[in-house]
Structures are given as C-alpha cells and as structure tokens.
C-alpha cells in the first residue's frame, strides 16, 4: 500500500510541476547561518567564529542547531504546501540559512510573502572557465625547495574543487609511487564508492569525493548515463584542474606514443577533495554548486577552487557582490577558506569579468613561453606555418597532396561534406594511399561536428602518409589550438597562407573538360611539431582572458574594485584528463590533454596559495591573496613590460601593451609570494564596509544575505585594504588610506608612487619603520589634473631597507563633478 501511495504522489508532485512550469529557486530565511550564529535563539548557544578559528563541526553545538535550521526549513514549506507539490532539494545551514526547493512560480510568490522569508531567486546556471608551468613560474628550484622538495610541498593542505569530478585512476591521482599519505585529522569530508568497481573514489590523495545533482536532476537536465552519478569525471575538465593544482610530480605525458614531458601540479603532495557539481552537458546549477561549497567548507578544506562562472547575472539580484553564490564565498572567507575564481573566457573585450567580489582571488589567464609551430613546404618552395603536435613527414621526401574533393568515391556522397575529412568511407582509399590528405575546416569544426582527431583517425585509416587542413574563413574569436595527432598533420590557421596553399593546389593538378582530376602535381613536406620553442616575450594575457574594469551592478556601472587580480599561465595547459572526457572532442579517450581557459589559471594559483598556506597555516585568505598579489611581475621574461593579445580593427591579432584590467596586479611570482615582507589583511568586517559603502547597494538585500546591519563604515569603497586601489569616478582630490601589517624582520620601507600625467600622485608619510607584526597606515592621495574621459595607470611601491618590494597597482578616472 505504501508503494503505491508513493507512487501516487509522485505522480501529483509531477504533474503539478509540468503544469506549473515549475523552476528551481534558492530561499533565503530569516536567522543566522552557523559560520555566523551569536547566539540568540532559546536553547542554542553561539557558533560563530573568527576568520583565524577553525569551526568544530563535529561538536554538540554546531550539530543541534543545524538540526534547528533545517527542521525550521521543513516545517516552512510544510506549512505552506501540501505533500507532494514542493521538493526541497537542499538545506543550507552552514554559510547561508536557506534551502533550494523545486516548485512553481506561484508557490514561488507565496514563499515571498511569507514571514521569516528574506528572498527567492530563481536558480541560474554556471559555466566552466575553460607540464612545463612548474618550470615557467620557478617552483622547483625556487619554491619547492623551501619546503622540502616536491615531495613535501602541499603537506597536510586540502584543495577542494567545485568541478566536474575526477578519474580517481589516473597516475596525476595515485598514491602507490609515493610515500603512503597518513591520516587527516582536520578534514572530515566523505567518500562515495563507484558503483561499477565497488571502490572508493578515495585513496590517500584524494580524500573527499562527492557529488551535487538534486537541482539538475529537478530540472530534468541530468542523464546519468552520461553525467555519471557520482564524482566520476564523464567531462574531463575537474580532472584537469585538479592535475594542475595538486597532481603528483613526474607523471610522463603520453598521447599518441609521444611523450610531451612531465606533468605535475603546482602543489604535489596536497590532497585533493572533489565536489561535484558540473556536467558535460548543460554546465550546472547554482543551487548545486552552493550545495558543494557549503559542504566543502563543513569537510574543512583549506582551499577553493572554482574554474566556474555565471552563464548570466541572477533576475533578481541588483549588484554583482550580493547573490546566494557570491554571498556563500565571503561566507567561505569568512570561515578561513582561500576561494581562487576564473575571472572568465570573455576576452578581450571589456567588462567580460564574471569574477566581481573582493573576498574572492579572480584569475587571468596567461600564454606562457612555450609555443607548439609547425610548417608545410610546398613543392614550389613556399613554406606555410601553422599548428600542429605532430611527426615530420620522412625527412626530404615530397608526398603528393591530394584534396579530399577530389578523391570522392562518387558525387553521391558530396552531401556529406566530404571536405571536413571525418568520414573515411566516402573517400577513395587508392587514390590517398601513400599521400597527403588535403582538407578544409568548415564550420562543423566550430560548432564541434567535427575536429581535427577524426581527421588524423581518417587519413590513417586511407593509408595516408599525413593530412593538412587548410582554414579558408574565420570569424572573431576563433581560437586554434594545436592538436596531438599521432601522424604527420598540419592546420594552417592563416587565411591567406591557406589561399597560397590552394593557389599551388589548383596549379599544379590537372583536369579534364568534366573538372575530374587527370594527374596530381601539387608536393608537400609535413614539419616536425612535437617540440616547443620557448619565447622570451612571456607571459603575454591571452586573447581569450576576460577584461575589466569590474562592474557593481548588472548595468555595468564601474566598480571601485581592480578585477582580475593576477594573472596565471592558462593557454596550452597539459594535464590530466579523464578517458570519459568529452569537453574537448580531440583529446576523447585520452589520459592527457593540452586545453586553454581561465579555468586553467585557477589551479595554478589555487596550487600556489597551498604552498604560501603550508609556510605560513595561520594567514587569514586575504592575507595570502595579498602575498600573491604584491609579489606579481609587470614585465616578462625579457623584462619588458607584459603584452596582451588584442584585435586590431580587422580582427587580425595585435599584441598591446596590458593594464591591470587585463592582468590585476600582474603576473604571480610564487618564489617571492611565499616572503612578501607586508601584507594587506582584511577580515569579514572589513567585507561588510566595502558592501556598505558601495553606492547603490540595497541595505535589505544586504541585511539578508549578512544579517549584519551597516554599523561599520569604511567611508568609501575604496578604502577596503586591499592591494590594490581602484577610485572610479575621482572629483578633484581624494585621499585613501591602507594599512600594512610586518610579516617579517623589522624593516624600513620607503613609500614611493607614480601615475600618468592625467591624475597626480602623492603618498604619506615617505617611509616608515614596522617591527615584526606591527601595522602601520599609510595614504595614497590622486589629484585630477586634466580631463581624459579614460583611466589612468599607476602603482605604490613600498620599498624595504632589506631586499622586499611590495607594489600596489592604482586605477582611476577624473571626472570634473
């Protein structure tokens, strides 16, 4: 009878969701969460702690008044709703104090009027942000060292990742090469078994592994077929930023029977904790995703990495800082964890940020100075670049190029697009046998239709010696990467060397009255392109990198915050990467793959902040954000200043000299983070300043996502002591203060600043003398001295009487009122 009355109600519950056109909303509620709870409620002492505390999440008091949050959760929508027309999906109690519920637009409106209820916004989707950079950024030789090699670097510190899961089997993961990890006292996450092998996903290394789907399965997107239920990696993306964060040190990369070098992560004996919570298909859903940090938090990881963003702003939210996502990271920070976000893939253009908050590290995406370049000579001498990690053809032997058009098996078949070369059955293997297949790149490759690994699987296949793809059109933003192939392959990207190709093609091949080919002429010569060539001219921000200046609110009026904040390598990236893998169609079944994105920056700092957390445990998150920060470079490897990648007005790339709105405060320096000198320190009071004093801010919506009143006023927004200093609209003169804390010997440093013509500069006092741990404040006061409608550029540079520099970038506009 009961399974039949289940069955009943789930009947009801779903055809009053079709009906309704039910959604997925996040609720807000009345009370405190229990990072902040001081205590109050009849029956439950206080939990709150300080951002230096550790919260016991184990003790008596922590657990009943979770109990009293959710039962309190339960009985609301008891209260409202009959049985079987709502299903909550998640309570949160631990950073916020809501829950995620899955019903209709209706019952949405009644929850608004309902007393003790702060908010409802509906659910909005996410995003992910999608070797050699140990060596580019100096670790083992600078960094690892200090802590007593790669194998002690990362010792005890947990990086938790919000992504889409892990291949617990990779080598980057296993932890039999290396010294038996031992237990972990501090972290207290669970391990979900693999219902196939009826193994943990845990070994030592990883050692938290679970998945986040409630909202995605509500809204009908998840199919476990596909998406795996469980931490499994069905995408490859959380097994490659976990890789470059924390993945074992050595590990050959192998693809095609190549090896490509070592990989290891950033941070090789950290520990690694997986919360899964995006999915190859539709990305994922912000109620699953604040579901995983809350509880990435709760298990006690010491770092976060978000290699995700917003697909669009929440429909309800004014300001980029306050919505549940946002709200649940500075709750986060507040809790002593360090949050590292990709600042986006929107580059170049401005305001493509979809990293907005101060409590969170935004992350840049770099080209660093390895480049994959390969050639083709022809026949007639020329030779055209183009990409391509491939074999040469045999040295000095030219191979007869044959064009995939030209080597259909009849005309019946040209509905197949026999140009994409991705269907080997429609070509004449007779004719390709032993030559050079010559293919076009059509759209199907940009809408992922086709890729380049279904080219070199179908000249292998006609027994050609090699292939090259010619791009004959391309629009904005198309970003070409080179490919392993495991034969001789080649695309040229150029447009203009692809027309030099097919000129020589249409030349040299003859043809009868019926436009059959009578005899191939045209010759070719495939490059070597396994070896990287190193450039000084790095790092370079990458094309794709998102921009700011930072917005405030979702009419993108400027925000008195500099975003990014630093730049990381993320272009070319090798990694690991999981056999299931279907983000990037050319590297399926692979166990390796070299991909691009700010997603890929991410881990690298997020590596980083582990190491600078293992030196030093007891350093609150903005302090470590401020070591990184102030140690960046602003000149590359030649020592010029850092470039970025731009178009020009014909789309063609340009290389610009970068701003802080494309790298922050420039590119991370891990040697010199780990012993910044001084520090910018901030705390959840500092936070809640900056969020008071934000013009435009909504002090309801404020009180609901803090349950802080505005008692704490740091006069404008821009005097959060943070490193960096971001003045927006600047009306005559206006003095900012920061204060610096001494996290080494006592040391003089002298205070120096300069700033373009447009905006002048003065800072007090000149120097200044901080024994260890002592603060000391300083002001930084701009000047507008001619009207430029832009922004000007500058920095403060506090140098010590030992051997520390600290710099701070300064960003401003003038404005005559």
Sequence with gaps: MRTVERMFTSIILFLLLVIGKAEIYI?????????????????????????????????????????????????????????????????????????????????????????????????????????????????????????????RAGEDIVIGFVDSGIFPHHPSFANHNSEPYGPLP???????????????FCNGKIVGAQHFAEAAIAAGA?????????????DGHGSHTAAIAAGNNGIPVRVHGYEFGKASGMAPRARIAVYKALYRLFGGFVADVVAAIEQAVHDGVDIL????????????????????????????????????????????????????????????????????????TLGNGKILAGHGLSPATSLNQKYTLVAANDVVLDSSVMKFSPTDCQRPEVLNKNMVKGNILLCGYSFNFVIGMASVKKVAETARSLGAIGFVLAVEYVSAGTKFDPVPTGMPGILITDVSKSKELIDYYKASTSRDWTGRVKSFKATGIIGEGLEPILHKSAPIVALFSARGPNIKDYSFRDADLLKPDILAPGALIWASWSPNGTDEVNYLGENFAMISGTSMAAPHISGIAALIKQKHPRWSPAAIKSALMTTSNTLD?????????????????MFVPATPFDYGSGHVNPRAALDPGLIFDAGYEDYLGFLCTTPGINYHELLNFTHRPCNYTIGHPYNLNSPSITV???????????????????????????????????????????????????????????????YSFGEVLLKGSRRHKVRIPVVAMGYDR
């Design 637 to 653: 490897r030649a020592e010029k200043p850092i470039l970025a990648e731009q178009y020009s007005g014909s789309e063609t790339l």
């Design 27 to 151: 609720v807000m509620v009345e009370g405190e969460p229990i990072t902040s709870y001081r205590g109050g409620v009849s029956g439950f002492e206080a939990t709150a702690v300080e951002s230096h505390e550790k919260l016991d999440v184990t003790s008596d008091l922590v657990t009943s008044y979770s109990r009293h949050l959710e039962l309190k959760h339960d009985t609301l929508l008891e209260t409202l709703f009959d049985q079987g027309t709502y299903k909550k999906l998640y309570s949160y109690k631990h950073l916020i104090n809501g829950f995620a519920v899955h019903i209709s637009p209706e019952q949405a409106d009644t929850l608004r009027r309902a007393p003790g209820v702060k908010s409802v916004d509906k659910d909005w989707k996410v995003r992910k942000l999608t070797t050699h950079t140990p060596q580019f950024l100096g670790l083992p030789t600078g960094v690892w060292p200090t802590g007593g090699g790669f194998d």
């Design 728 to 790: 927006s609209h600047l009306v005559r003169t206006q003095t900012i203060s920061r204060t610096v804390t001494n996290v080494n010997e006592e040391e003089t440093y002298t205070i120096t600043a300069r700033m373009a013509p447009a905006i002048a500069i003065e800072t007090s006092p000149p120097a200044m003398t901080l024994r260890p741990g002592a603060s000391h404040r300083f002001t930084v006061t701009l000047t507008v001295q001619s009207l430029t409608g832009t």
């Design 305 to 376: 990495n978000l290699s995700v963003g917003p697909n669009s702003p929440p429909a309800t939210t004014r300001t980029t800082f306050l919505n549940p996502f946002d709200a649940t990271l500075l709750s986060a920070v507040k809790a002593g964890v360090f949050v590292a976000q990709a600042a986006g893939n929107g580059g170049p253009f401005t305001k493509s940020l979809v990293s907005y908050s101060p409590w969170i590290v935004s992350v840049a995406a770099a080209v660093d100075d390895r480049r994959y370049k390969n050639h083709l």
């Design 186 to 200: 501090k972290y207290r996450g669970k391990c979900e078994v693999d219902s196939d092998t009826k193994r943990s």
């Design 222 to 234: 998840f199919n476990p077929s596909v998406d795996f239920a469980s931490p499994m990696d069905g």
